[in-house]
């Protein structure tokens, strides 16, 4: 692997000792259709202080997207690939098993009357036909070798109907569990949906973000009920309503936790009631230390009362005490850019226990970074460290949410390429197993602007594909 040390790239200092976090509850989240505007070749100087997919209400509709929250209690501590620091890239390739490449070959023939009439008319034409041959089988040679370093640089096998690496596959066409493809405001429709968590009883919650509310899906069912919102889509700042819900978190006891982005506040709903109640944020937006500017993930430690939120138009991580009305800035808050003090529109976040680190889709940086909370260093985990976009296997364009199985593997919405990434534990190659690089459409085997990812226990892959306004389901094979 490549190993980058960069100073410090951010401080997470709270201010507070760091308790341990128990994040067993928690789920990812996303968000869905990306603009292509969005991507900037000078990440150090934003041309816009709103985020393109978080905007005011004449863009919210043109504009999905999703968020990312952690899932299930993972040991990934040893996952990390590479560690920053002081300015020296170091080279450590090790070698990949590939598949065999068959090549088919195919003998044309002269025939023998054409043949010696060649030889009749000169032997040069003879000449220059064996030179000629054996030209293109030494230009073959290297498109072999080509193609062979790429495979290997891949390291997967895709076939018709699976896409497979380091003994993991996938069914390549989905199943929808959920959504008609078509947006609405029914029961049976979502309207751009930007993020997904499963409870124990596998029933769906997500944020039905252009619906302005929280749909909840029993398992088997074609139908949803809203549990926080209106059921009827209408939007609002008062405690019974929601405006562009963007991520949530359901706990043991069936509580709700949403980042209610336009109205830039979390509200937390107690199970069974459809009154929300302010726990951070004031209702409009800023950069104080009691305002939010379009919240997008959440993580909350049920132990210790500690809430952290992706400030995503803010460029920060903030952590809320339990019952503060003002947080402190864990990581960023020095405008947008890839510096290392900088975040650059963060959304998904993530938090191990384990290493006591969060993990951030650092979303216009175009990469996953990983840093211990009250450390100066951080750790890219994918994608690239000078904010650079792209749709190679190495690369990701407008990350929005990723998640973690148990053998510390990364899955990454990778949003403006209409993809889903998995990064092998310790490898920057990213292989795609669902949807097709930057080709959007509304096949069984294509996504459009997937915002949300999580696994269940037998590593089917569920993605919130927010521009198609469905929930799809990739089947573990």
Same mark, same amino acid.
């Given at each position: 692997h490549?190993v980058?040390?960069?100073?410090?790239?951010?401080?997470?200092?709270?201010?507070?000792s760091?308790?341990?976090?128990?994040?067993?509850?928690?789920?990812?989240?996303?968000?869905?259709?990306?603009?292509?505007?969005?991507?900037?070749?000078?990440?150090?100087?934003?041309?816009?202080s709103?985020?393109?997919?978080?905007s005011?209400?004449?863009?919210?509709?043109?504009?999905?997207r999703?968020?990312w929250s952690?899932?299930?209690?993972?040991?990934?501590?040893?996952?990390?690939p590479?560690?920053?620091?002081?300015?020296?890239?170091?080279?450590?390739?090790?070698t990949?098993?590939?598949?065999?490449?068959?090549?088919?070959?195919?003998?044309?023939?002269?025939?023998?009357n054409?043949?010696?009439?060649?030889?009749?008319?000169?032997?040069?034409v003879?000449?220059?036909?064996m030179?000629s041959?054996?030209?293109?089988l030494?230009?073959?040679i290297?498109?072999?070798v080509?193609?062979t370093?790429?495979?290997?640089?891949?390291?997967?096998s895709?076939?018709?109907?699976?896409?497979?690496?380091g003994?993991?596959?996938?069914?390549?066409?989905?199943?929808?569990?959920?959504?008609?493809?078509?947006?609405?405001g029914?029961?049976?429709?979502?309207?751009?949906?930007y993020?997904?968590?499963?409870d124990?009883?596998?029933?769906?919650?997500?944020?039905?973000?252009?619906?302005?509310?929280?749909?909840k899906?029993?398992?088997?069912?074609?139908?949803?009920?809203?549990?926080?919102?209106?059921?009827?889509?209408?939007?609002g700042?008062?405690?019974?309503?929601?405006?562009s819900p963007?991520?949530?978190?359901?706990?043991?006891?069936?509580?709700?936790?949403?980042?209610?982005?336009?109205?830039?506040?979390?509200?937390?709903?107690?199970?069974g009631?459809?009154?929300g109640?302010?726990?951070?944020?004031?209702g409009?937006?800023?950069?104080?230390?009691?305002?939010?500017n379009?919240p997008?993930?959440?993580?909350?430690?049920s132990?210790?009362?500690?809430?952290?939120?992706?400030?995503?138009?803010?460029?920060?991580?903030?952590?809320?005490?339990?019952?503060?009305?003002?947080?402190?800035?864990?990581a960023?808050?020095?405008?947008?850019?890839?510096?290392?003090?900088?975040?650059y529109?963060?959304m998904?976040?993530?938090l191990?226990?384990?290493?006591?680190?969060?993990?951030?889709?650092?979303?216009?940086?175009?990469?996953i970074?990983?840093?211990?909370?009250?450390?100066s260093?951080?750790?890219?985990?994918a994608?690239?460290?000078?904010?650079? =976009? +792209?749709s190679?296997?190495?690369? @990701? /364009?407008? #990350?929005t949410?990723?998640?973690?199985? %148990?053998?510390? *593997? !990364? $899955? &990454?919405?990778?949003?403006?390429?209409?993809?889903v990434q998995?990064f092998?534990?310790?490898?920057f190659?990213?292989?795609?197993?669902?949807?097709?690089?930057?080709? =959007? +459409?509304?096949?069984?085997?294509? @996504? /459009?602007? #997937?915002?949300?990812?999580t696994?269940? %226990?037998?590593? *089917? !892959? $569920? &993605?919130?594909d927010?521009?198609?306004s469905?929930?799809?389901k990739?089947?573990?094979?």
């Amino acid at each position: 692997h490549t190993v980058v040390e960069i100073n410090s790239v951010f401080s997470m200092n709270t201010g507070k000792s760091t308790n341990t976090l128990d994040i067993s509850n928690w789920k990812p989240t996303k968000d869905s259709n990306l603009d292509n505007s969005f991507n900037t070749s000078d990440s150090n100087a934003p041309t816009t202080s709103v985020h393109p997919l978080l905007s005011d209400e004449s863009s919210r509709f043109e504009h999905n997207r999703s968020v990312w929250s952690p899932q299930a209690n993972r040991n990934i501590s040893n996952v990390y690939p590479v560690i920053v620091s002081s300015g020296k890239v170091k080279s450590n390739h090790s070698t990949a098993k590939v598949d065999t490449l068959s090549n088919n070959t195919r003998n044309n023939s002269v025939s023998q009357n054409k043949m010696e009439y060649f030889s009749l008319r000169s032997s040069r034409v003879k000449v220059c036909l064996m030179g000629s041959l054996f030209g293109l089988l030494l230009g073959g040679i290297p498109l072999v070798v080509v193609i062979t370093m790429w495979l290997r640089g891949t390291q997967a096998s895709v076939t018709n109907s699976t896409a497979c690496t380091g003994g993991l596959c996938w069914n390549a066409s989905a199943i929808t569990v959920f959504g008609t493809g078509a947006s609405g405001g029914t029961a049976d429709h979502l309207n751009n949906p930007y993020y997904l968590t499963i409870d124990s009883s596998y029933s769906f919650y997500v944020a039905d973000y252009s619906n302005h509310r929280v749909q909840k899906i029993d398992a088997g069912s074609m139908f949803a009920k809203t549990v926080a919102g209106q059921a009827n889509t209408a939007w609002g700042s008062t405690a019974l309503y929601l405006n562009s819900p963007t991520y949530l978190i359901v706990d043991s006891g069936g509580n709700l936790y949403v980042s209610d982005s336009q109205n830039h506040r979390v509200q937390y709903f107690t199970n069974g009631t459809m009154t929300g109640v302010t726990i951070a944020g004031t209702g409009s937006s800023g950069a104080s230390l009691n305002q939010l500017n379009t919240p997008y993930g959440l993580v909350h430690d049920s132990s210790t009362g500690k809430l952290y939120i992706s400030d995503t138009n803010n460029h920060r991580i903030m952590c809320y005490l339990s019952g503060a009305s003002a947080g402190t800035v864990v990581a960023g808050g020095n405008g947008a850019g890839t510096l290392n003090n900088q975040l650059y529109y963060p959304m998904g976040l993530y938090l191990d226990v384990s290493s006591n680190s969060l993990f951030i889709a650092n979303s216009n940086a175009h990469n996953i970074l990983r840093g211990v909370v009250n450390a100066s260093t951080w750790t890219l985990m994918a994608g690239t460290p000078n904010g650079q =976009s +792209g749709s190679i296997s190495t690369m @990701l /364009n407008l #990350p929005t949410d990723f998640t973690f199985d %148990s053998s510390g *593997n !990364l $899955y &990454v919405a990778d949003s403006n390429n209409d993809r889903v990434q998995l990064f092998l534990s310790g490898k920057f190659n990213g292989t795609t197993i669902a949807g097709s690089t930057s080709l =959007s +459409g509304s096949t069984t085997v294509l @996504l /459009n602007g #997937p915002r949300s990812i999580t696994l269940d %226990s037998a590593l *089917n !892959l $569920y &993605v919130v594909d927010t521009g198609n306004s469905r929930i799809q389901k990739f089947q573990r094979s």
